[in-house]
């Protein structure tokens, strides 16, 4: 009889249960996010930059949209005369960006 009421007492105060509703609720926010709607490689180049827009033409020219500059590799970007740091930030924010961690801002990008 007494473990029945301690366990009663144990599952009433369990922290889990007073800290999931928390968790929950932090990822759903209501407000918009101030993030492009349409990322394309422009925006893309844009939010990375550091240099990294003067290669806008090339790249869309030879890579084309978004989705296959993301699986790019190294040796198609150095083919296209893309300097070594600019190759490592566009590996660097196209893995983040695939991950999810990262997005191109909407006031990077300056038409």
Known sequence: MAMASWLQR???TTPFNSYSHYSTVRFFSKSPPPYAVKVGVP???HG??????????KLETEIGDIHKLLVTR??????LGIPCKHRKLILKFAHKYRVGLWRPRA???KA
Do not use: P, R
């Not at 990375?48 to 003067?54: A, F, K, L, R």
């Not at 190294?74 to 083919?79: A, F, G, H, P, V």
């Open 74 to 79: 190294t040796l198609k970007l150095k083919k």
């Open 43 to 45: 925006e893309f180049l």
């Open 10 to 12: 144990v599952n009433k």
């Open 107 to 109: 006031d990077a990008v």
């Open 48 to 57: 990375i930059g550091n240099g990294v827009e003067t290669h806008v033409a």
